[in-house]
């Protein structure tokens, strides 16, 4: 997948997050749940633009882990969403496999960073390779 495909799909993602959340209860549960899931999901797309710009390694490993964590808050409001039954939707069960997928995808970007910044510098420490 090339960059330019996964900045157009976290954006859908965001926009597909958006389109479900319009549906939810007018609640103070529909109201947190709809709030924290469209951060999150906004938060993937334009961190993931912004990790395409960074300015060193160091700097694209630090966006790419944000990236993951939002990926990850994100499938995590979904299935509360899910779980607590707030809103039931066709669009719930490819949300959630989107997300886990996106997971799936910057966890895997963020180990081959690493890996990559640890082959050109080798003398960097344990310590830091865990960050």
Known sequence: MTKLELQNRTKKFHVDVLIFCSGFPKNAAGFETAKQLIRAAGSVG?????????????DFIYKIQVVLEEADESLYWLEVTQDARIFTSDQLPPLIKEANELVSIFNAADITAKKNRDAINPNITKSQNQK
């Open 46 to 58: 334009a961190n993931y633009r912004a990790a395409c710009r960074g300015k060193s390694k160091a």
